[in-house]
């Protein structure tokens, strides 16, 4: 078993940042991707950042140049730096990874979401 949990999110207003932090645990043997989602209430979770290998990076449109990701492969942690925030962004984010346990299967695995809202 693994778990995602996710810390960081909270209140900010429009121009301010955050930093969202997710750490794995659990049976891990490989960690072959790990992001970030967001669900807005009413709407669908859509991609906001993920590695799609160890250098590979994927970006929303709407997020690019302001926010990053990055991750500390020896913590099995990953990071999203959230600048110039915007109301739109307001959301609850999700962490997601891809993950070979020991039994050598790979599954995918989400945290609980943490909130994220801006304020006009």
């Known amino acids: 078993q693994v778990q995602l949990v996710e810390s960081g999110g909270g209140l900010v207003q429009a121009g301010g940042s955050l930093t969202l932090s997710c750490v794995a645990s659990?049976?891990?043997?490989?960690?072959?991707?790990m992001g970030w989602y967001r669900q807005a209430p009413g709407q669908q979770r859509e991609l906001v950042a993920t590695?799609?290998?160890?250098?590979?990076?994927n970006y929303a449109d709407s997020v690019k140049g302001r926010f990053t990701i990055s991750r500390n492969n020896a913590k099995d942690t990953v990071y999203l730096q959230m600048n110039s925030l915007k109301p739109e962004d307001t959301a609850v984010y999700y962490c997601?990874?891809?993950?070979?346990?020991?039994?050598?299967?790979?599954?995918?695995?989400w945290g609980r979401g943490t909130q994220v809202t801006v304020s006009s």
């Open positions: 997601n990874a891809k993950v070979v346990v020991t039994s050598l299967y790979e599954y995918d695995y």
């Open positions: 659990g049976s891990i043997f490989k960690i072959n991707a």
């Open positions: 590695f799609t290998s160890v250098r590979s990076t």
